[in-house]
Every structure is written in C-alpha cells, then in structure tokens.
Nanobody, 122 residues
Framework: QVQLVESGGGLVQAGGSLRLSCEASRRTFSTYAMGWFRQAPGKEREFVAAIRWSGVTIGYADFVKGRFTISRDNAKNTVYLQMNSLKSEDTAVYYC???????????????WGQGTQVTVSS
C-alpha cells in the first residue's frame, strides 16, 4: 500500500507561484510513475504532469507547458509541482497519484492522495 500526502496549496494572485509537494509513504518497485492531476468544480479530473521515478519527465498537459515543472527527490520519496504564472483557470484541487507505467490516463493510476486546494484570484 502506498500512501500519498500532498501539501503546498493555497490562495495566490494571478501571475503568482506555488510549489506543491507529494510525499509517498514508501517507494515500491511496482510504482513506475508519479503524476499530478487536477479537478475543478463541475469538471472531470484531468492530467497535469507526470514523471518516472528515474527522473525522466513523461509529459505535461498543453495548458501548463512552459508554466509548470514536475520534479522529484527520491531520497525524500517526494514529487514536486512548481507552478508559475498561475491563472484563474488553474483553480482546482490538485492530486498526486502513482502508476505502474508511463501514462497520461487517470485510469492507469492506482493510488491517490487526498488533494490540495489551489485557488488563483484574478
């Protein structure tokens, strides 16, 4: 069982930055990738970014390219999402999750954190 705990959300003005963290309870060999997703009120959960435990970035959603950066610190079992140039449309609950293969699909991710709220005021 992998437990994930997100932190770092909050309220920020448009154009500002936040860094989200996701700490995993333990690293397992069956965990191949870590991803960030988000869900805004009334919308489906959507892919944001993902990275392999090896450090290779799997990819970003088009709407965050050039603004968000995913990274990891294996010694801390932690994955980060640096979010710059935030927009009001980035307001959502952000979740981290683990998958056993490189994927952009929500259905491929097995374990999920509880989410952290990001609110961007315009």
């Amino acid at each position: 069982q992998v437990q994930l705990v997100e932190s770092g959300g909050g309220l920020v003005q448009a154009g500002g930055s936040l860094r989200l963290s996701c700490e995993a309870s333990r690293r397992t060999f069956s965990t191949y990738a870590m991803g960030w997703f988000r869900q805004a009120p009334g919308k489906e959960r959507e892919f944001v970014a993902a990275i392999r435990w090896s450090g290779v970035t799997i990819g970003y959603a088009d709407f965050v390219k050039g603004r968000f950066t995913i990274s990891r610190d294996n010694a801390k079992n932690t994955v980060y999402l640096q979010m710059n140039s935030l927009k009001s449309e980035d307001t959502a609950v952000y979740y981290c999750a683990t998958a056993r293969r490189s994927s952009f699909l929500t259905s491929d991710y097995d374990y999920w954190g509880q989410g952290t709220q990001v609110t961007v005021s315009s």
